[in-house]
């Protein structure tokens, strides 16, 4: 029986989940016009928490034995019973609560200099790659530390150098990309590749960072604080939990961005690569989604969400659309050498360039299963098959058939080692339902 492999999520250390919202766009009542989970290309939305469902398994940070260098000064108040939403007034109840400033950054950098993670992209003394850089923050958008590292120390055993990735075959990278999801990141990283290698290193600043493909607003500036030490504010989903609480702030952060920059910007004097990092790892081992260890955080005197008593009230969250209901089939054809029928997805939308099984659009259900099989074959039914995305929920029916190795091949299509098709996750569940009801 053919098995499928998956790639490992262990990582060693505290997780940082790192989230980035894609652009929303258009329903997939077709794969070609699909979206949801591909990020749109040229475009970049905040890495946030908020597009995290659940703390990743093994992704709970232990905070730091040591002490804060400050700790706190005063106990918190009592805690507040109404959410905080409710309290549009809650910031400036924070009067007594001083304003982030340069000190709290110099605070943060010496935890930072303690307490820092290990990570392979990072390095202690002397400045970052700006490839590792670049490659990590493209690999962690919507994408939790725990499950980058593997893909990128992969990535950069076999592509060691930007030239290197430029001069891959689009089919490889995709491949090696299979499992991270958000495939638009894949494709606009090797536009972004070839792009660097032509012009034959990458830009130092981050308005030249921000004209590359796939580098938006927050990757520019990370970039070019990490790799170059420019004075760029840096503001991820960790980040912006931070500050919601540090100002207590009344309205979800992405409201009040201008807030939120102006007060890192107040706290960020120096080493503006290493506060930017720092401001993560604070985000991702204390200052966590829902658990803050206040008594271990080097910015706790000035935190109004501490003051007031319940930090985890903070950020407010913004109300959630309802997610779409997509439904569809698919066919497993499997030959008696093991191999399956796959077929490659349009280059734009979701899973663009990926392979998959044969199958109807995603949408409404369709009216004729059997009109979207690859041929006549005995179909018998193995299961649902259910995937989340971020704007929908996917439940594929599957079908399978045993087929002789004379099977036809239609248009488009490509017998294949299921372990050698470099599916995307949600295929992989298609083919391991197909060939689990084979028995
Ligand atoms: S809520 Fe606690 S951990 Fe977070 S910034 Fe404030 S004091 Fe630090």
Redesign the pocket.
Same mark, same amino acid.
């Not at 271990?296 to 706790?300: E, G, R, V, W, Y």
């Given at each position: 029986m053919p098995s499928i492999p998956t790639p490992s999520t262990a990582a060693p250390g505290p997780a940082k989940p790192r989230r980035r919202k894609p652009s929303a766009s258009a329903p997939a009542t077709s794969p070609g016009a699909a979206a949801g989970e591909d990020a749109t290309p040229g475009e970049e939305a905040i890495p946030g928490e908020d597009a995290i469902p659940a703390e990743p398994s093994g992704a709970t940070p232990e905070p730091p034995s040591e002490p804060p260098s400050e700790p706190?000064s005063e106990p918190p108040s009592a805690a507040p019973g109404a959410p905080a939403r409710a309290r549009p007034d809650a910031v400036r109840t924070r009067s007594a609560v001083r304003t982030p400033g340069p000190a709290d950054g110099a605070a943060l950098l010496s935890w930072y200099d303690r307490h820092r993670r290990a990570l392979p992209w990072r390095v202690v003394e002397g400045r970052a790659d700006p490839y590792r850089v670049w490659l990590s923050e493209i690999m962690l958008q919507q994408t939790t530390v725990a499950a980058v590292i593997p893909y990128f120390e992969r990535f950069t055993r076999r592509w060691p150098t930007v030239v290197d990735l430029a001069g891959a075959e689009d089919g490889d990278v995709m491949a090696a990309w299979a499992g991270l999801g958000y495939y638009a990141r894949a494709r606009n990283l090797l536009a972004c590749a070839r792009a660097v290698a032509a012009r034959g290193a990458f830009p130092t600043t981050r308005e030249g960072l921000r004209a590359l493909p796939g580098v938006g607003d927050y990757t520019s500036a990370a970039i070019a604080a990490i790799a170059f030490g420019e004075t760029a504010v840096v503001v991820d989903g960790n980040v912006e939990? #931070?500050v919601a609480?540090?100002l207590a702030l009344p309205v979800p952060p992405k409201s009040a961005r201008r807030e939120v920059e102006a007060s890192v910007a107040a706290m960020l004097t120096e080493r503006a690569g290493d506060f930017a990092q720092a401001m993560m790892d604070?985000?991702a081992t $204390? =200052?966590?989604p829902r658990n803050? #260890? =206040?008594a271990? =955080?080097? $910015? !706790?005197e000035p =935190? !109004? !969400?501490?003051t007031e008593g319940e930090?985890t009230r903070?950020p407010v969250k913004a109300e959630k659309k309802p997610r779409k209901v997509w439904q569809g089939v698919a066919f497993v054809p499997v030959r008696s050498d093991g191999t399956i029928l796959t077929r490659r997805r349009p280059e734009r939308g979701l899973l663009g360039g990926m392979s998959e099984a044969w199958g109807s659009p995603w949408g409404d259900a369709p009216a004729d299963p059997f009109a979207h099989a690859p041929f006549g074959a005995p179909w018998r039914p193995a299961g649902g098959v259910t995937h989340v995305f971020t704007h929908a929920t996917l439940t594929l029916d599957v079908f399978v058939a045993e087929v002789g190795e004379g099977a036809a091949t239609p248009t488009g299509g490509t017998w294949q080692a299921p372990a050698a098709a470099g599916l995307p996750t949600l295929m992989k569940k298609v083919v391991e339902r197909a060939l689990g009801a084979l028995g």
């Open positions: 706190p939990r #931070v609480r540090l604070l985000g $204390i =200052c966590t803050p #260890v =206040c271990l =955080c080097p $910015i !706790a =935190c !109004a !969400a501490r930090p903070y």
